[in-house]
């Protein structure tokens, strides 16, 4: 990839604390335009890799160039372009939202109206409100409407939506797909599964300071490759059933025909197509309920690049379906 | 560098508003050093040789009121609420923003000791200050010392809610061994010798050199002496401690 098309360009990145590896030679590029997710536990690295980019920290090794400039240089310019969204963060309680958003924009050369930006992350009956009465998601969208202010090309979100009840979750989601759509290129961290495969259209694996494998979320979870699908149901004696099968048609099949024949029902059936989860699982060495995989998957392409598949508009979540047969 | 400038001022300019809107803030800037002397004033009045120690006193006070408690409370809250850490990744230049922090510390000093001598000349009998240049120049070095000492103890402190405990811990003992209220010439011989170590006393006494007495600045060099070094040992521990980020994380 040349580096006229990538926002961020990451190679070799190192950062120890001490004694302590945090960051241990992980190398990733992200499009201009694209929604890139860092997706691993807590502790995997995320944040300090977040931060390296940003400029608050220096690394330790590697090379790391963002929109052209080494962020550790700490440049106006390359502040100038970038949108920060930091995991928790205060802002001046005795201003309102109206004042914080039109004083951040005159730091900027050339900022986007505060009218519209609060329009943008849902603000706009908030503006007179001082920031000290806003509930917590509110001030998550502030957070956002400040880092959106300044018009910048590239935006980092740092968790956006830890915390957030399901229904805020999914404005955020609404509003980072809104962005993509202006072609902002956002990078975003986060330790929910169905964040990185709802929104990103490239998704890095991180853990312990290493990329475990990167690509698209389809790539790495979803779309065949022989990846099993879970055919999970209750049988006549109560007991959860799960099978593994690439193909989940037959065994349908065979299950449902024995069912019948036997009379019985098959009490909460379900077909889960192969999921990014299940890669994430595999990779990061957790275990979602403790209960034993049938098959071994195929090992996932470890830090692939990125292949040529579309950007990622339908990474819709996994197909579920589930029935009282 | 004349939109760092620019930028600087609207910085100060915020600070000043935010300053007006935070009742805590004004309280203990202005409010709490004016019934002081309002109320100790009061007590003595007649006697205008207590009268001509607690004005001055009270200038000196006030001086590290407005910057040693202002500044070792503010850069702790916007240390541990991330402010600073937010500000960072702005393009607001640092100086512009660490001037305007400053600027602002500096407007409530002078104009608090404007309001202490207005008092003085109006309500306890001292008359317009005898060298005008003495007193800028005790307060400029006030500012300096104990801003820079403010924002060194800042780094000292863990978090918002042990702020007021350990400020006052300094501030309580060195206000009354500095002869802010009295006379200190009747102290403990050792309390003396501390108070004469610290800054307080030095920037009383050259107030008071202004203000009352008109021994002008060549009397007062030595105590121009201690403040300069304090601003030193402050200045250093101030830049070498700086924290952009909050110490729980």
Redesign the interface.
Known sequence: MSSATAAIEVTGLRKSYGALEAVRGISFSVRRGEVFGLLGPNGAGKTTTVEILEGYRERTAGTVTVLGHDPQLRSRELRARVGIVLQSCGIYRHLTVGEVLSHWARLYPSPRPVSEVLEVVGMTDQAHQPTRRLSGGQRRRLDLGLALVGDPELIFLDEPTTGFDPAARRNAWDTVRSLRDLGKTILLTTHYLDEAQALADQVAIIKDGRILAQGSPQELGVGGHGQPYTVTYVDSSGRRVEHRTPDPTSLLHELTADALARGERLHQLSVTRPSLEDVYLDLTGQDADGSQTAMDMGPPKRAAGRGESPAAGGSDSPTRVTADA | MPDAIA?GW?QYR?ER??FW??PAAAFFNFLLPLALLGLIGAVASGHQNELNIIVPGIAGMSVMTTTFIALAHNMTALR????L??I??????TGAYLGALAANAVTNAAVQVSLVVIAGKLFFGLGWPKDWVELIVFVAAGVVCFASLGVALSHAIPNSESAPVIVNAVFLPVILISGVFFDPKHAPSFLRDIAQALPLKHVIDGLSGAMVTGRGLGDHLSALAVIGLWSVAGIVLAVRGFS??AHRS
Do not use: A, I, Y
Request: hydrophobic residues 30%; proline residues 10%; charged residues 45%.
């Open positions: 930028l609207r915020l508003r935010m809107r935070n541990e609420d991330g402010v850490k937010r960072r990744g702005t393009p607001l230049p952009w980020e």
